[in-house]
């Protein structure tokens, strides 16, 4: 290469062969990493953890599509096809839908940091690790963080709500919905309500449950949602802010105008990924298609048969009471005598079936068997029980 350059450099003058001679006036300290020189290679497994799940071929196949500009009028309409869905599977009506380029993680930070501004409160339920993260954000923020701690496998009455509504007056309440360290579904009934009541905002963090459990944002009353990677939120709280939110790649005012909910000619913000746009739309179509109801009735059954299974096995459920568990992940203490890590580590390496240990307060106490989406079936549930049942028998116990 350096030597057609240097000929042509010859023609193009002195200045072209200056750029030659400088491109080449430095050796290469880094050679090209030996592990890239060869093929990709992806073991195949059957992921039963709390996220991410295995996808639907249709899902799979949309990532594989051709690139289109992210300021397309067709990457545009996906986009607003997108949002349709996003507001179909949260049930709002709410204009300021819209998705951010990020992990499910980073909607709840986008929620936060443009709810919340220096020396607000704000009223977190702390049961799991979602809402220990709610809190550290929080407090980041400057907000004047009011935690109500219970252990892993506790859930809110509208009572203890109302009590901590009252006390601290808050201008936004943190509930996780379905709390996948646990394994707790939080009802949402009555909440809505108590806010407004008290002049506050209620977030919802919907991403272990969405499309898995009843969720209805409108008519339970709800001003902020975050799924994984979506979210909505109350357009007077957003644009009556006194403070510029801590985040421009955050800021919801700027993702609106990408998103198309204000009604002005969209402006460039940031690159969005487009690959990834266009298998969100198609997991969104594949739920439509479904339709709520019936992946609502999927998921309880599946996650009810695996219940039935593995307390046939002698393992004990974490959640005790049916109502409040979570059909997406399931939680079971871990056995007595077992080390968790060696149970995980057996399914992954006999079977190649990922389970998880617990996360934050739930970690040593409970195992996670997730059943989302296309996982949902009673075949996988056959799957990873006979798979524990070995566990179990081959395992090493703890030495009294």
């Known amino acids: ?27 290469l300290l880094v050679a090209p990493p030996k592990a890239l020189l060869k093929p990709l290679s992806i073991p195949t497994r059957l992921l039963l953890g709390p996220g991410p799940s295995n996808l639907p071929p249709r899902t799979m196949a949309a990532g594989g599509l051709q690139m289109l500009g992210h ?38 930070e986008a929620a936060l ?67 996948s360290s646990s394994g707790v579904l939080q009802p949402l009934d009555g909440f809505g309500e108590l806010c407004h009541r008290y002049k506050c905002l209620l977030l919802v963090d919907s991403v272990a449950s969405l499309g898995g459990a009843p969720l209805y944002m409108d ?30 790649y955050l800021d919801v005012k700027y993702l609106a105008n990408l998103w198309g ?29 479904q339709g709520l109801e019936n992946s609502w009735r999927k998921h309880r059954e599946a996650a009810a048969y695996l219940h039935g299974r593995l307390q046939a096995l002698g393992l004990r459920l974490f959640v005790k009471d049916p109502a409040l568990r979570l059909p997406t992940v399931t939680t079971v203490a871990v056995p007595t005598g077992y080390y968790w890590r060696d149970i995980v580590s057996y399914l992954i390496e006999r079977f190649g079936i990922e389970i998880t240990g617990g996360l934050g307060p739930s970690t040593g106490k409970v195992l996670r068997i997730g059943l989302m989406g296309c996982n949902a079936t009673r075949e996988n549930v056959d799957l990873v029980t006979e798979a524990l049942r070995e566990a179990l028998q081959h395992c090493p116990k703890k030495k009294l």
């Not at 339970?220 to 801590?246: D, E």
């Open 1 to 27: 290469m350096f030597q057609a350059l240097a000929k042509a450099s010859a023609a193009l003058g002195p200045r072209a062969a200056g750029w030659v001679r400088t491109m080449a006036s430095h050796q």
């Open 71 to 108: 300021m397309h009028k067709e990457t545009y309409q996906i986009m607003d096809e997108i949002k349709e869905g996003i507001q179909y599977v949260f049930q709002t009506r709410n204009p300021l839908t819209l998705v951010i380029s990020g992990s499910g993680h980073c909607a709840l």
């Open 113 to 179: 940091i443009n709810v919340l501004e220096p020396g607000d409160s704000f009223l977190v339920g702390v049961n799991g690790i979602w809402g220990q993260r709610a809190a550290d954000i929080g407090e980041r923020l400057g907000a004047r963080v009011h935690p109500m701690t219970k252990d892993p496998g506790g859930h809110y009455t509208l009572q203890e709500v109302e009590e901590g509504l009252a006390q601290h007056k808050p201008v936004l309440l943190f509930l996780t919905h379905g709390e």
């Open 219 to 248: 008519q339970q009353g709800k001003a902020v949602g975050r799924g994984s990677g979506g979210s909505f939120l109350p357009r007077n709280k957003i644009y009556s802010r006194k403070t510029k939110p801590s985040s421009f």
């Open 261 to 289: 909910c204000d009604g002005q000619p969209r402006m460039y913000h940031h690159t969005t990924p487009v690959v990834s746009l266009y298998s969100l739309r198609e997991g969104l179509a594949l739920l439509s298609e």
